[in-house]
């Protein structure tokens, strides 16, 4: 049974810092390209950032370029999204994906609410 369990949300003052986390099992994690996206109220989820399943590459959503940074621990089967420089804009709850194109396979984590007061 595959499972994302996403972590470290919570409420923080515009301009702050959090870090999220993705801790997966019940699958290869390096097999899999990891995502991490955002859904805030009345509108549809976005995607926020990616990383392929060595780590080499990246990217990232215009909105959060230069503030955000995601990685991942292949070891710990974890990714992770530091988030800087946070704006009421980015207001969301932020799901964890985890996508494999070779067997065609996608998971998504519960979510975790992220909060940015101004």
């Known amino acids: 049974q595959v499972q994302l369990v996403e972590s470290g949300g919570g409420l923080v003052q515009a301009g702050g810092s959090l870090r999220l986390s993705c801790a997966a099992s019940?699958?290869?994690?390096?097999?899999?390209?990891m995502g991490w996206f955002r859904q805030a109220p009345g509108k549809e989820r976005e995607f926020v950032a990616g990383?392929?399943?060595?780590?080499?590459?990246?990217s990232y959503a215009d909105s959060v370029k230069g503030r955000f940074t995601i990685s991942r621990d292949n070891a710990k089967s974890t990714v992770y999204l530091q988030m800087n420089g946070l704006k009421p804009e980015d207001t969301a709850v932020y799901y964890c994906?985890?996508?494999?194109?070779?067997?065609?396979?996608?998971?998504w984590g519960q979510g975790t609410q992220v909060t940015v007061s101004s």
């Open positions: 994906n985890a996508e494999s194109v070779a067997v065609a396979r996608s998971f």
């Open positions: 019940g699958l290869t994690f390096s097999s899999y390209a």
């Open positions: 990383i392929t399943r060595t780590g080499i590459s990246t």
